[in-house]
């Protein structure tokens, strides 16, 4: 069992930075493959960056791929995801996930450990 607690969000301008950070409790966290998800107004949940259980392999979203950085810190429990120049359209609900998978997948449906997510609002 893992449980997974996000924080971080907050309201920025276009152009800020903010660091996410998911905290997992559970002394499985290390064997899993972890993600963050965002979901907008209206719009259904995506993938946005994803990481392998040792952290060597890491998978973005178009949408996000040279901005956002995840990264993962086995000792302490922790996922963080760095995301710089951001954009109004980053505006959403970002989602921490863990899949007992080994590859890293952008599918919610492998995801089986999900936080209760943070609100990331950007201003024009």
């Known amino acids: 069992q893992v449980q997974l607690v996000e924080s971080g969000g907050g309201l920025v301008q276009a152009g800020d930075s903010l660091r996410l950070s998911c905290a997992a409790s559970g002394r499985t966290f290390s064997t899993y493959t972890m993600g963050w998800f965002r979901q907008a107004p209206g719009k259904e949940r995506e993938f946005v960056a994803g990481i392998s259980w040792r952290g060597r392999t890491t998978y973005y979203a178009d949408s996000v791929k040279g901005r956002f950085t995840i990264s993962r810190d086995n000792g302490k429990n922790t996922v963080h995801l760095q995301m710089n120049s951001l954009k109004p359209e980053d505006t959403a609900v970002y989602y921490c996930?863990?899949?007992?998978?080994?590859?890293?997948?952008?599918?919610?449906?492998?995801?089986?450990?999900w936080g209760q997510g943070t609100q990331v609002t950007v201003s024009s």
């Open positions: 996930a863990g899949s007992p998978l080994v590859v890293v997948s952008t599918s919610e449906g492998e995801y089986t450990y």
